[in-house]
């Protein structure tokens, strides 16, 4: 019996003991007021200049590159369509990485929402199963994946695509935040390497694809016990080939481990995905302890501060250059736009020059299909515009496209032109030779972009043949930006 007693005891000086020190360690919170500092939650942003220069953007989408889109049906070749909850979206972060490896700690911990009641859900075991988006709103609330898909005003309909499945593993989260004014975060379910793709009872990979095209900044967090790379990790980095610029790697927890044993560890990374990331200059690489609570003792915390410091920095800068970004993203997409309406027409060109009374229609264009550089299609292109043969579409895309799409559908572009409308050719040009630099130097001279007269009624009289430009606005192409999406 007196054993017994001893025994109960000793387990409850445990329990007080470690109780006690939980409660120190939870109270040992981290200072984080340079996250403000560095975020800039203070400055007053110049919202009715972005309004004004999302209204321009809207306005030469709407009236010089959609119509090309719509009468060449780019759409049906690129499967991405630009809605209006796209142009004026804020900048998306999304989330990667293994399971338990701390993103939405990280979330938590940038938005202050630790000891919260909306804290997203964290733990040792895999916690995340839902893609969860969380965004600005005037109070808080949660919004099914099934309202925000269906809500033209948001950016997230064209997920319906996927299905209801993956729509009730869709949730949003609305906040009043001031980051969240200005940023969008995407948590995502952790990698677990022994799950197939099928079980999650949706296309996980193709959802990852759909918020990689569209994401503004990358974490891919890992943590010091997960830095094996298996099937799916592996497949998840060749989906984000192209999106290096975009992409930071996280490490992880880093206070968990002493400076030797770190720098093992850093290595041990490094050489994980070296065979993942096949670029010159390899994304940069964060190492910190992204949670609320003071950093781990005889730790370096000087470095881990610094490296806070120095992502915050490049979030802010994302989000700072969000404006131009999207001004890039639109004039890349109008230059895709016309290339593939150029060769569209080319076809449709040598379409008619084959024709004979006597030809049959489907084999004479199956000859041209199935072999396009013998009729120079692309090769035309490439001679009378200054378009880089990189910029040019896969030519066995248009095998398919035109399986669907026929050859008859189509009219050449010398004939797509109005009266009040003008011609589709020179509106896109226009566009990406004048009007979409223009809006960019106004932004960068902090003069406010305003419509015209004529843009803001969508009258005809401002149409004017491309020759009246002037020379400096009237080659068909500049160097192309980079493209984000």
């Known amino acids: 019996m007196k054993g017994t007693v001893s025994i109960c005891c000793f387990l409850t000086l445990l329990i007080l003991q470690a109780t006690a020190e939980v409660e120190d360690f939870s109270s040992a919170l981290r200072d984080r007021s340079h996250i403000d500092e560095t975020l800039r939650f203070a400055s007053e942003e110049k919202a009715a200049d972005f309004a004004a220069a999302i209204q321009k953007l809207r306005k030469i989408y709407h009236t010089s590159i959609k119509p090309m889109e719509q009468a060449y049906r780019y759409n049906e070749l690129r499967q991405h369509e630009i809605s ?124 990852c694809q759909w918020f990689i095209d569209r994401a503004d900044l990358i974490f891919v967090v890992f943590d010091p016990t997960k830095l094996d790379v298996g099937l799916e990790l592996e497949m998840l980095f060749r989906q984000l080939k192209g999106r290096e610029s975009q992409i930071r790697i996280i490490l992880n927890k880093a206070d968990n481990l002493a400076t030797q044993d770190l720098m093992r560890v850093y290595g041990a990374l490094f050489w994980s995905l070296a065979p993942l990331i096949n670029v010159t200059e390899p994304p940069r690489v964060y190492v910190s302890s992204f949670w609320p609570y003071d950093y781990a003792p005889d730790t370096s915390r000087d470095l881990f501060k610094r490296e806070e410091i120095s992502l915050l920095e490049d979030l802010n800068q994302v989000i700072e250059n969000r404006m131009e970004n999207k001004i890039a993203f639109i004039r890349q997409h109008a230059i895709r736009v016309r290339i593939h309406a150029l060769l569209v027409d080319r076809y449709v060109q040598t379409f008619k020059e084959k024709m004979s009374f006597f030809s049959d229609p489907e084999l004479v264009f199956q000859e041209i299909v199935d072999d396009p550089d013998k009729f120079y299609i692309f090769k035309s292109i490439l001679a009378k515009t200054n378009v880089s ?95 984000k999406h």
Not at 112 to 135: C, H, K, R, W
Not at 423 to 452: D, F, M, V, W
């Open 84 to 207: 209006d909850g796209e142009i004026t979206s804020k900048p998306m972060v999304l989330f990667l990485g293994p399971w338990s490896v701390g993103k939405s700690s990280m979330i938590n911990y940038l938005l202050g929402l630790n000891d919260s009641p909306y804290q997203l859900y964290t733990g040792a075991e895999p916690t995340t199963s839902e893609f969860t988006v969380i965004m600005h709103g005037e109070k808080i609330r949660s919004v099914e994946g099934i309202v925000m898909a269906a809500d033209s005003s948001r950016s997230f309909s064209p997920l319906e695509k996927f299905g209801q499945n993956f729509l009730e593993k869709l949730i949003g989260i609305e906040m009043p935040h001031k980051l969240l004014e200005r940023v969008t975060f995407v948590d995502t379910p952790g990698i677990i390497e022994n799950r197939k793709q099928q079980e999650r009872g949706y296309p996980f990979n193709d959802v």
């Open 389 to 483: 043969k990189f910029d040019l579409p896969n030519r066995d895309a248009y095998r398919d496209f035109f399986g669907i799409n026929p050859i008859t559908n189509f009219k050449p572009l010398s004939t797509q032109c109005s009266y009040i409308g003008g011609c589709l050719l020179e509106k896109i040009e226009r566009a990406i030779t004048n009007e979409l630099p223009a809006l960019l130097s106004s932004i960068n001279s902090g003069k406010q972009p305003g419509l015209s007269s004529c843009e803001a009624t969508g009258c005809g009289a401002c149409i004017f043949p491309l020759h009246a430009l002037p020379s400096s606005a009237q080659p068909f192409f500049s160097s192309p930006v980079v493209d």
